[in-house]
């Protein structure tokens, strides 16, 4: 009875970050962590991935000797998975800004649909990319990159281990940068494109000054723009390499400046 009770007391702590610094890496993860899932099924999902990951996690160096050290210790595990979640997370927050970069120079700036992962209204041509992301990532079997930072993080970043540098403050201001970078890079093209279009109707307009231009211009900018997203499926191919690898990138940098090096 009472190995049992030294067992538990050994044990349960361990556990308990463990769980918590999956919870919140599942909270904020993409595709993985969406809220279109069920609530029970996700906390199944973190419960059975505790069960699988904390035989393989080093607790023997885990020292917990009071109650607030162990809710000081939770939050760290806690704000290190949500940390690492934020990372992924940003990169395909991306494809909404460049599709409002898009629906704006379409006219499409009210057209607004709710997304299911932040419950908030988006761009339709944002929420399209996004879609389109996720698809890209799921045959390019980049789902697993996520199980394997779920998996790899504890190796690299022990439990009560984790550090708070200056560095990852930088690298975390840094991703609104790199984001705003990808968005612009996909949404150019497009913007460019309808740029030209609205050069071309202001032209005609100044030969036809008897044209009305906003009852012509705001069908043509629509019908164009819709063209320039099946044309960008292309480019989509073309840059998905450089965003997988930004992405791993900066997953990468963040466990090692949360690790310490």
């Given at each position: 009875?009472?190995?049992?009770?030294?067992?538990?007391?050994?044990?349960?702590?361990?556990?308990?970050?463990?769980?918590?610094?999956?919870?919140?890496?599942?909270?904020?993860?993409?595709?993985?962590?969406?809220?279109?899932?069920?609530?029970?099924?996700?906390?199944?999902?973190?419960?059975?991935?505790?069960?699988?990951?904390?035989?393989?996690?080093?607790?023997?160096?885990?020292?917990?000797?009071?109650?607030?050290?162990?809710?000081?210790?939770?939050?760290?595990?806690?704000?290190?998975?949500?940390?690492?979640?934020?990372?992924?997370?940003?990169?395909?927050?991306?494809?909404?800004?460049?599709?409002?970069?898009?629906?704006?120079?379409?006219?499409?700036?009210?057209?607004?649909?709710?997304?299911?992962?932040?419950?908030?209204?988006?761009?339709?041509?944002?929420?399209?990319?996004?879609?389109?992301?996720?698809?890209?990532?799921?045959?390019?079997?980049?789902?697993?990159?996520?199980?394997?930072?779920?998996?790899?993080?504890?190796?690299?970043?022990?439990?009560?281990?984790?550090?708070?540098?200056?560095?990852?403050?930088?690298?975390?201001?840094?991703?609104?940068?790199?984001?705003?970078?990808i968005a612009f890079r996909f949404a150019?093209?497009?913007?460019?494109?309808?740029?030209?279009?609205?050069?071309?109707?202001?032209?005609?307009?100044?030969?036809?000054?008897?044209?009305?231009?906003?009852?012509?211009?705001?069908?043509?900018?629509?019908?164009?723009?819709?063209?320039?997203?099946?044309?960008?499926?292309?480019?989509?191919?073309?840059?998905?390499?450089?965003?997988?690898?930004?992405?791993?990138?900066?997953?990468?940098?963040?466990?090692?400046?949360?690790?310490?090096?």
């Amino acid at each position: 009875m009472f190995e049992f009770i030294d067992i538990l007391s050994k044990n349960v702590p361990g556990y308990m970050l463990v769980f918590v610094r999956i919870s919140g890496m599942i909270l904020t993860l993409p595709i993985i962590g969406s809220p279109v899932i069920n609530p029970k099924v996700r906390v199944l999902f973190i419960f059975i991935l505790t069960l699988i990951i904390f035989p393989m996690v080093d607790t023997y160096s885990l020292s917990i000797n009071s109650f607030p050290e162990l809710i000081f210790d939770v939050s760290r595990e806690l704000l290190i998975g949500l940390i690492i979640g934020f990372g992924a997370q940003v990169i395909f927050e991306a494809f909404i800004m460049a599709g409002g970069f898009v629906g704006r120079q379409m006219g499409l700036a009210m057209a607004n649909v709710m997304d299911p992962n932040s419950f908030q209204q988006v761009p339709i041509v944002g929420q399209f990319w996004m879609f389109l992301m996720v698809t890209y990532f799921v045959v390019a079997d980049g789902h697993h990159l996520f199980i394997e930072t779920l998996f790899k993080n504890f190796k690299l970043i022990p439990l009560g281990g984790g550090t708070f540098t200056p560095e990852l403050g930088q690298s975390i201001a840094y991703s609104g940068s790199m984001a705003f970078n990808i968005a612009f890079r996909f949404a150019v093209p497009t913007m460019i494109f309808l740029l030209l279009v609205e050069a071309a109707v202001a032209l005609t307009v100044r030969v036809m000054p008897q044209m009305n231009a906003f009852f012509v211009s705001l069908p043509l900018r629509i019908g164009c723009g819709i063209f320039a997203l099946i044309a960008s499926l292309n480019i989509f191919q073309l840059l998905f390499d450089s965003v997988y690898s930004d992405l791993v990138n900066f997953l990468g940098r963040i466990v090692l400046q949360l690790k310490g090096a």
